[in-house]
């Protein structure tokens, strides 16, 4: 299983950026995909995840209202997007997709690195102020 993830880039605070993950090679089944961001000097923290029918969502309260996780309605295509809103400086950092094998939805469990299976390369964001 491979995740290529896209999209970043240097942008001003208050614009936008829609972030990409797309699955390709051997299929992970029905999964979970998470997003997570390492900050200058900050561990890798969770911002968002969607469940495989795309019907539940779950974010960080820092991007709760800002930023949107969505996916192509047909899973076929496996791809993954976050749509980011008003973006500020602390939103600067690597944005990783990861996939979870498991379509079990407890909140506690997606937050956690552990809990992901297939991690893509990090797409850089940056926001200038």
């Known amino acids: 299983v491979q995740l290529q993830a896209s999209g970043g880039g240097l942008v001003q605070a208050g614009a936008s950026l829609r972030l990409a993950c797309a699955v390709s090679g051997r299929s992970p089944g029905t999964y979970v995909m998470g997003w997570f961001r390492r900050g200058p000097g900050k561990e890798r923290e969770f911002v968002a995840a969607?469940?495989?029918?795309?019907?539940?969502?779950?974010?960080t309260d820092s991007v709760q209202g800002r930023f949107t996780i969505s996916k192509d309605r047909d899973n076929a295509k496996n791809t993954v997007y976050l749509q980011m809103n008003f973006l500020e400086p602390e939103d600067t950092a690597v944005y990783y997709c990861?996939?979870?094998?498991?379509?079990?939805?407890?909140?506690?469990?997606?937050?956690?690195?552990?809990?992901?299976?297939?991690w893509g390369q990090g797409t850089l964001v940056t926001v200038s102020s």
């Open positions: 969607i469940s495989w029918g795309g019907f539940n969502t779950y974010y």
């Open positions: 990861a996939v979870r094998r498991s379509t079990y939805w407890h909140l506690a469990t997606l937050r956690s690195q552990r809990a992901y299976d297939y």
